[in-house]
């Protein structure tokens, strides 16, 4: 441990603090906070009592749509002869897609009882740009039956002979799009709704693009033109590029249905929208906008969040930190609880790994200038550091505190801001919760004394869901 942080420590009574909770992946950490912290929770919201039940009821009355037997008898062939193609997320998203709240069941035995045969049915992970879904995963997302009786299929946005042009969007982007879900008769999207820090949300249209599009249509939906857009942020979708350009994709691909969940802050099933891909979508947009915001009359001198579910990698946990601006002031701390539990790349793929660094070096506004610069080249991944770069903005490389046991200590030294491991004592070792928490707990004993020594007892708020609350600064 550093001996300024050792010193730093030290000074700090907290006989009068309280403890909150902090998400760390499937687990949690109890962290000792100063007793004027404020807790950010999104509003509470029932769950489904009987998730089957509901389940079955959204496929029978769907939103703004046939329910799927009408539409299957309305393709224009026998049943058995129909090609279905399922969209589904990869392990990135917490979608409820077995056991007791799971979709992807329900739907294959609704098509199959509808004549669909299962060799007919082509379930494709809509991976985006990340990489490929281990054998692990997926019986981890689907369950170990449908990996076993069905055919699942990786989207691969570089491999040019599994795409398909559909011709230029209103923004002139040329799209090709994933051939086995195209020219499948019958085309479902699947997905979680809730906030995204550029789409607005997550879901619905989103499965199709950025999920199964090329990697050049990938490229200018994640550049600077779409990404600095003051409407591309959480849960805004009037004015939104990277809503209106995803949305056209999809509707240009023709969904034909899609399965959509909103959950709660402990990830249970709230709702099922099944239906029409874009009335589905604005029924849960206008449920999960009621909950996830948090109104803010103020702006906290130190903000606790944490990476979620989504957070695997540090690539993902850019979710976290850039949800977490709206709450803190411009020179404050952020502390991120980072549970990077991806075994392959718990930072990320090689490209973000050296774009990342180079944010480091640049700065973000320097890194900014080299994305706009009419001879940069898109790489991969990019944009995940611009985002990075917006928190960097706000509170600057030491206002940063990344507190991650899973990424090595000589890797910190690439990444932005301060390294979680430096408030560890030894060397690093197997990661625990404990540590975890030591390590937390550290950090904000930290951050503390950092505005006490100039005589400011700093105000404090915790984002209880991390990545999934949207809190938002009302203006005066």
């Known amino acids: 441990m550093r001996p300024d942080i050792t010193k730093a420590i030290k000074k700090i009574d907290t006989k ?23 807790e950010l929770t999104m509003g509470d919201v029932p769950v489904l009592p009987d998730p089957q039940k509901a389940i079955e009821e959204a496929f029978s009355n769907p939103i ?39 979709i992807l069941t329900p739907l294959l035995r ?16 809509a991976t985006g740009m990340h990489r490929p879904s281990t054998e692990e995963e997926k019986i981890e997302m689907y369950g170990k039956e449908v990996v076993e009786q069905y055919t699942i299929l990786d989207h691969d946005c570089e491999n040019n002979d599994l795409l398909e042009s559909i011709g230029k969007t209103r923004r002139d982007t040329h799209v090709y799009v994933n051939r086995d879900f ?59 590029p990277c809503h209106e350009e995803a949305l056209e994709v999809a509707q240009t691909v023709g969904v034909d249905f899609v399965v959509n969940v909103n959950l709660d802050k402990d990830l249970r099933l709230v709702r099922v929208f099944a239906g029409d891909m874009i009335e589905a979508n604005l029924k849960a947009f206008e449920m ?28 993902q946990t850019a979710k976290a930190g850039v949800g977490a601006l709206p709450a803190v002031k411009e020179g404050g701390i952020i502390i991120i609880a980072a549970n990077n539990r991806d075994l392959i790349n718990p930072i990320g793929s090689p490209e973000y790994r050296s774009l990342i660094h180079l944010l480091k070096l640049q700065g973000p506004d320097g890194y900014l200038a080299l994305l706009k610069s009419p001879s940069w080249k898109f790489t991969k991944d990019q944009w995940e550091p611009e985002v990075w770069g917006k928190v960097l903005r706000k509170v600057g490389e030491d206002g940063l505190i990344y507190c991650s ?42 951050a503390v004394n950092r505005y006490r020594e100039k005589g400011i007892d700093p105000t404090m708020a915790f984002i209880r869901e991390g990545p999934y609350a949207v809190p938002v600064l009302e203006k005066n």
């Open 288 to 315: 999960i906008k009621g909950y996830a915001e948090i109104p803010l009359k103020e702006e906290f001198d130190i903000v606790l969040t944490h990476s979620g579910y989504v957070g695997r990698d540090h690539y």
């Open 64 to 102: 703004s749509s046939p329910p799927l037997e009408e539409i299957i008898r309305k393709k224009g062939k026998p049943a058995a002869e129909i090609s279905v193609a399922i969209a589904v997320s990869d392990i990135t998203r917490p979608v409820p897609y077995k056991g007791e709240s799971g």
């Open 182 to 240: 195209y020219f499948a008769d019958l085309k479902i999207a699947t997905g979680l709704v809730e906030s995204h820090f550029f789409t607005g949300i997550s879901g619905g249209r989103k499965s199709v693009c950025p999920g199964l599009v090329d990697v050049k249509t990938i490229q200018k939906f994640h550049g600077p033109h779409y990404l600095e857009d003051p409407h591309a942020t959480n849960l805004i979708l009037e004015g939104n």
């Open 16 to 38: 009068e603090w309280k403890k909150v909770s902090v998400e760390f992946g499937r687990s949690a950490i109890e962290v000792l906070v100063p007793p004027n912290c404020v």
């Open 405 to 446: 046991l899973e990424i090595e200590k000589e890797n910190y030294c690439i990444l932005p801001g301060v390294c979680g491991l430096d408030f560890m004592k030894g060397k690093r070792i197997k990661p625990s919760l404990e540590r975890a928490q030591e390590m937390v707990q550290k950090a904000v004993l930290f």
């Open 110 to 125: 609704r098509l199959e009882s509808s004549g669909i045969k299962k060799e007919k049915i082509k379930i494709i992970v």
